[in-house]
């Protein structure tokens, strides 16, 4: 990894991080994660296109790299709706935080989401060549920061409830 | 051991990085622009973005 990008692991990890320090309640920070990984999503997405009208990449790339990306979003749209759920159900309980079957719903949504972005970067990011997919390594490293943030919420909280 | 690049190549690699700057930027202020919104507000943006892309990713995924 280059130093521009061990610099910008640091500093979007500590962004994410510094983003949700002021939200105080679990759903939220889970609702805001959705959120992040939805932007950064689209990050992607403008990248892809502007490669492929650059002319950087094929068509045919283009197509994959918007197949793949199209299984994250799906993902991050089921956790989302799970999200919105359970924040029905905790507004009528007057809950503060996931009951441990919500964490465990949600920790399962979230492996979805994870597994379906480790395939856009190992088949569709990491295939492309070192010099054109910089600001698509920039994108996935803001999505690990969103990671960073939504793990503390399902599995750090977990352990000290 | 030395390596020599030549003035090109160190124009590209500084064009690549402010262009990652860039988008990260962007990026950020984005996440900046959270802070401002409820839960549900974040649910329903969510929402709506994910329904966007999804129809334009589903049409080029087909391409």
Known sequence: ?161 | MSQTITPEEVSAIIDISIEAIDRLNRLLAKFAAQRGMTTDELIEDTRGRNQSLAEKLEAESKE
């Not at chain 1, 805001?32 to 002319?55: F, P, R, V, Y």
């Not at chain 1, 803001?142 to 943030?149: H, K, L, Q, R, S």
């Open chain 1, 1 to 161: 990894m280059s130093a521009v990008n061990k610099t910008l692991v640091v500093v979007v990890l500590i962004l994410s991080l510094l983003g949700t320090a002021c939200q105080d309640d679990q759903i939220r920070k889970a609702a805001a994660a959705a959120n992040k990984i939805t932007l950064t999503l689209e990050e992607i997405d403008g990248e892809k296109d502007s490669l492929l009208a650059k002319g950087k990449i094929t068509k045919a790339q283009h197509a994959k790299l918007a197949g793949i990306l199209l299984k994250v979003v799906k993902a991050n749209n089921v956790f989302n709706e799970q999200v919105a759920e359970f924040k029905r159900q905790a507004d009528a309980e007057k809950l503060t935080s996931f009951t441990p079957q919500m964490r465990d719903r949600l920790r399962e949504l979230f492996n979805q989401v994870t597994a379906a972005f480790k395939e856009l970067a190992d088949d569709g990011v990491i295939p492309l060549p070192a010099n054109i997919r910089q600001n698509l390594d920039v994108a996935i490293l803001a999505v690990n920061g969103a990671f960073t943030v939504i793990n503390g919420v399902l599995y750090v909280a977990n352990n000290h409830p």
